[in-house]
């Protein structure tokens, strides 16, 4: 067998792997051209088609299946949204949403999550095709990533890229004091973190629980100003309470706190009462909020009396917090890879140790209910 170098070995091996698909719909020639440079900058990206409106794009759906769909909303003849759902009706296709008013009107944002974008690039308003050259990075991970999803659940958006890659000391020092020993008798509490395929999966757990579950805080990423929106969504489906997470909340029982988006989200506790402090800093493992920030506030804080629940999500954030959790003594669970849109951050989690199990996301509300019980009746006992 002929002798060949590890560059050619490689060479070869990415020439064996598909390439990924790519189609382009906006009615702007300009960000149909900037978007095409972005991707095609990807050796592993083609771009097969690019379309001024949805009746274009079908026509060319006839021909070539794209891996991924990059879908303004605003458009001529038809809008985005609509085009989506007979998308997702007909014919099920990884869709990103690349839109100016995902941007300027959140409750758009979440329609699209909800008709089933896997994805959303904000795209501002001004300086359009610039602004886009300049987020190249993130529009081409999230090609990648969307062009991989299962399309069980829908996504949230995943923020920019940071440059550089920070953990949770950046914002909270690790407090090592203690961690391994059974923490006071407090209130329980439970924390989750999730990411791509997250909004769909949070809604899921939630809608299952009673009214007296017991209080949650959650860290989902998602870009600023969404949240709000988010949280009021949820608390209308809900029999918990929801709401995005202010300075000093307290983690009540039937309470849901969503992080904010742009700022992170520890957890606090005064005697057997825990509360939201809500902190600046950088973007943790590229992210804010960060959940390996959270769940770092739970360990120290809240020890054996958390559970810790990681669900769906591209990259690692909170695999590193959910091992300090259950080296605090919490209870852990990661999301088994069947039921995540993207098998990221719980497979992280996995490989570290850091599950104590791996559940499918229809056992999560029921885990959550019985930790609640677990704590309260450990607290009789003490």
């Known amino acids: 067998m002929p002798h060949t170098s590890p560059e050619a070995r490689a060479a070869v091996s990415a020439s064996l792997t598909p390439r990924i698909k790519a189609m382009i719909v906006d009615d702007s020639a300009s960000v149909r051209m900037a978007l095409t440079e972005i991707l095609s900058a990807d050796p592993d990206i083609d771009v097969i088609a ?19 769909i990059f879908l303004d ?38 329609e699209a ?15 359009t095709a610039q602004m886009l050259q300049q987020a190249g990075a993130a529009i081409r991970q999230i090609a990648r990533v969307a062009a991989k999803a299962r399309l069980r659940g829908r996504a949230s958006a995943a923020p920019l890229v940071a440059e550089t890659k920070l953990t949770a000391d950046a914002v909270l020092p690790l407090e090592m004091r203690g961690l391994g020993a059974p923490g006071p008798r407090t209130d329980p509490l439970v924390c989750i973190g999730a990411s791509t395929g997250g909004t769909e999966a949070i809604r899921e757990v939630l809608e299952a629980l009673p009214a007296d579950s017991p209080g949650i805080v959650i860290v989902q990423h998602m870009p600023e100003r969404f949240t709000a929106a988010f949280a009021r969504r949820l608390d209308r489906t809900c029999a918990v309470r929801v709401k995005e ?8 029982p039937g309470q849901v706190l969503i992080a904010p988006g742009g700022h992170h989200l520890a957890v606090v506790r005064t005697g057997t009462h825990y509360s939201a402090k809500i902190l600046d800093g950088p973007p943790v493992s590229r992210h804010r909020p960060s959940v390996d920030v959270l769940f770092r506030s739970a360990a120290q804080h809240a020890r054996d009396n958390a559970l810790g629940i990681l669900l769906t999500g591209m990259g690692d954030d ?53 930790h609640g019980q677990r704590i309260e009746q450990r607290s009789v006992i003490r």
């Open 50 to 68: 690019t379309a001024a409106d949805p009746f274009i794009a079908a026509q060319r759906l006839r021909h070539e299946l794209p891996d991924v």
């Open 73 to 110: 909303i605003e458009m001529p003849r038809m809008d985005g949204l609509t085009f989506l759902r007979k998308i997702m009706a007909q014919r099920p296709i990884p869709v990103v949403i690349c839109s100016t008013i995902a941007q300027q009107g959140s409750e758009t944002f979440l």
């Open 113 to 127: 999550l909800e008709a089933g974008a896997v994805d959303i690039v904000p795209k501002p308003a001004a300086n």
């Open 245 to 252: 997470a202010a300075q000093g909340d307290s983690v009540l």
């Open 318 to 370: 909170g695999a590193r917090g959910l091992l300090e959790l259950r080296r605090a003594g919490a209870m852990t669970i990661a999301q088994d890879e069947e039921s995540c849109v993207v098998f990221g951050m719980p497979k992280e989690a996995i490989a570290r140790g850091a599950a104590a199990k791996v559940q499918p996301l229809a056992r999560m509300a029921r885990d959550i209910t019985t």
